[in-house]
């Protein structure tokens, strides 16, 4: 529950908490139908590679055992998509997101690669999901996370909704630490990106959010700690691309 007057960040800018969410979902409404496209722009197609890293990291099952993925935050249906094609028939993937416009987007992806009956796209919120306790056997998040207003709270309703022995996975933007790379990265990121945005969406604002957001997240370690507080074990990360993105893991045990 918000309390009164409590603030946190959206992007550079304080905002009272209970907006953030708000705010949020007008981003993603603005750029939902271009959101792939920017993916490719903003990051050379290197996004390809970090998702297809997450997706052998999760190592869904090949045979017909029956194995439920929730992928949090996954609203045109690019983690579950890769996921489907790397798993077998027992596969299937229920992808939650709070937009509504991405997730239109999802479904039309997913019915040009005839997997409507593999994924199940619904409508929630990483912070109150609406699924039984013990009932997924994967949860991810890939670049999602960092929006999520009260971050410790998603973290808890993923160690809830998962069954015992199974894993999280989240994908998401970390910081630069290699010399000469982060001063290219914050000089492509304010000065490239929001341009980029408005040429290809018609909105640069959004995309200057996302670049801001990312410099809000919490470091890797910090925010190992917090996937710990949630209940998990055996945490971990790995930085990729010269510390660009961090796939974070965690066991429900």
């Not at 416009?101 to 409507?116: F, I, N, S, T, Y």
């Not at 999520?148 to 910081?175: H, M, W």
Request: charged residues 25%; aromatic residues 10%.
């Amino acid at each position: 529950m918000d309390r009164p007057g409590e603030t946190t960040h959206f992007g550079f800018k304080d905002v009272p908490l209970g907006d953030k969410q708000t705010l949020v979902n007008d981003v993603f409404h603005s750029v939902a139908s271009r959101y792939d496209l920017m993916n490719d722009l903003m990051s050379g197609g290197l996004h390809r590679v970090w998702k297809d890293i997450m997706i052998n990291a999760l190592n869904p099952p090949r045979g017909d055992r029956p194995f439920a993925l929730l992928d949090v935050a996954g609203g045109t249906g690019d983690i579950s998509f890769r996921a489907a094609k790397a798993a077998g028939p027992g596969f299937h993937a229920t992808v939650c997101d709070i937009n509504s416009d991405m997730l239109a987007v999802g479904r039309e992806r997913a019915a040009k690669r005839h997997l409507e009956t593999q994924v199940d796209f619904v409508e929630g919120n990483a912070e109150a999901l609406a699924f039984a306790d013990r009932s997924f056997d994967a949860y991810t998040i890939a670049f999602g996370i960092r929006n999520v207003p009260q971050i410790d709270n998603a973290l808890r309703e993923a160690y809830r909704v998962l069954k015992p022995g199974s894993r999280f996975l989240c994908l998401e933007f970390s910081t630069v630490e290699m010399p000469g790379l982060d001063k290219i990265y914050d000089l492509f990121s304010f000065k490239v990106i929001p341009p980029l945005g408005r040429m290809v969406t018609g909105d640069a604002e959004s995309y200057r959010y996302l670049v801001e957001s990312i410099r809000k997240f919490p470091k890797p370690n910090t925010f190992a700690d917090m996937i710990r507080d949630a209940g998990f074990s055996r945490v971990g990360f790995q930085t990729l691309t010269g510390g660009i993105v961090a796939l974070h893991s965690g066991w429900r045990l």
